[in-house]
């Protein structure tokens, strides 16, 4: 008999992805983060970064990280509280604080690390969280660190979310509650039912947390996020519709890296005491919070850019009409979600793993960067082609060939 090979479950394991065709590869890009990139020694547009307002390779952005890396250096040199403290980070939470209307603000080094260390550190072994079955894999972590008990309620169904909070809460005696969801769902591109979320969330007495990693910078009138958005429309005049705890990332719209909380001060103040993903970390290098805050800074002084990303969607939402909309009918395994246009996300559902792959490699061959989703990331057979737009994108970029997937 051959001796055992350590090895091979990670053989069979590669091998069974192959074969179901999930093989994960890294395309690697020879140029700035930018609308335009070029790979593979050729230059096409990039339809799936969630460089949503074009900032990452922006000059100002760039020279802020620039300066910023020039006075403190390349790293931080430790943890927050230890020796990783800058001024800097100061800077930065209380810009974040003031964008989103909170007390305070507390800095992660990613929004993975922000979700996994607030929800363990809120939630405890008699806690109950109620997730919603689409939430971002770094909120489905973060519970189960926590080692509560989940419950998992179908995506974005009010009705079902409020059964499952009776059925497990209306009995009293309970430990705490977290209802927890993304503000903009990262495969889908819907946003979150906030009002009746929060609704639900203050009838029941749980903490509410919401992560609009999707949501900063581009949704709402102001980029605020989904509470800004929700606020301006006429049935919500009057509502406070801001959740207990507010994630984000510097990663997405504002174009360089970092998460953070931003909430009550006696949240922060807490966070910053229990969240073992802050505690235990080193904390963000100069650079990158000053870009953050740079990027910041821009959002806020130059809404034409948020304007310009909606006329983007709109373009895109076009094409796809023209392409798969009235005049012709998508065949029945392609269909679009998120026909509002609301986030930046654009997912073109195929269903199979092995056709999304094809789709994606003709179109990169026509010269367009284009992510296929598929399982773990989704539900298996719910593959899918998801497009993200940005600011930058030239009306070119926006109309991508989609003559052979209909066929
Ligand atoms: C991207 C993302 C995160 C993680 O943020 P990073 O800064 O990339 O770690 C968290 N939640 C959601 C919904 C995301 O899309």
């Known amino acids: 008999m051959p001796p055992f090979d350590r090895w091979e479950p990670l053989r069979a394991a590669l091998a069974e992805k192959a074969a179901q065709n999930l093989s994960r590869e890294i395309i690697a890009v020879d140029s700035p983060p930018a609308p335009r990139v070029r790979v593979r020694g050729r230059e096409m547009a990039m339809l799936a970064s969630n460089n949503y307002l074009d900032l990452a390779n922006d000059e100002r952005v760039k020279a802020a990280a620039i300066a910023a890396t020039q006075k403190y250096g390349a790293g931080s040199g430790g943890a927050r509280l230890t020796t990783g403290a800058l001024v800097l980070h100061d800077e930065l939470e209380a810009a974040l604080a003031r964008f989103k209307h909170a007390e305070a603000a507390l800095l992660f080094n990613t929004g993975y690390q922000a979700n996994a260390g607030i929800i363990s550190a809120l939630c405890s072994r008699d806690w109950t969280i109620f997730s919603d079955e689409l939430n971002h894999a770094s909120i489905i972590d973060g519970c189960r660190l926590s080692r509560a008990k989940i419950v998992v309620y179908r995506h974005n169904d009010m009705n079902d979310l409020r059964a499952k909070v009776r059925a497990e809460r209306g009995v009293g005696g309970a430990g705490g509650g977290l209802l927890v969801s993304d503000g903009v769902f990262s495969m889908d591109g819907d946003l979150v039912n906030l009002p009746e979320w929060l609704a639900i969330a203050r009838e029941f007495d749980l903490f509410s947390l919401i992560d609009e990693a999707h949501a900063t910078g581009v949704i709402g009138a102001s980029g605020r996020g989904v509470g800004e958005y929700f606020a301006a429309l006429p049935e919500n005049r009057g509502r406070d ?27 922060i103040d807490f966070l910053r005491h229990q969240a073992r993903s802050f505690i235990f ?15 910041l800074r821009i959002i806020v002084a130059e809404p034409e850019r948020l304007a310009k990303l909606r006329r983007n969607l709109q373009i895109f939402y076009d094409h796809l009409s ?3 909309g009235d005049g012709a009918p998508p065949p029945p395994s392609i269909a679009t979600l998120n026909a509002g246009g609301v986030s930046a996300i654009v ?34 057979g719910q593959a899918r082609l998801r497009f993200a737009l940005s600011a930058g994108h030239q009306a070119a970029d926006l109309t991508p060939p989609f003559g052979t997937i209909k066929n």
């Open 241 to 267: 519709l801001r959740p207990d705890i507010i994630v984000g990332t510097c990663s997405k719209a504002l174009g360089s890296s970092g998460g953070f909380a931003a909430g009550r001060r006696l949240l």
């Open 281 to 295: 970390s080193t904390m963000l290098p100069p650079g990158a919070v000053a870009a953050a805050n740079e990027a």
């Open 322 to 324: 023209v392409n798969f």
């Open 347 to 380: 997912p073109l559902i195929v269903g199979d793993e092995a056709a999304a792959m094809t789709l994606a490699q003709e179109l990169f061959t026509a010269g367009y960067f284009v992510s296929a989703i598929r399982y773990p990331t989704v539900a298996r």
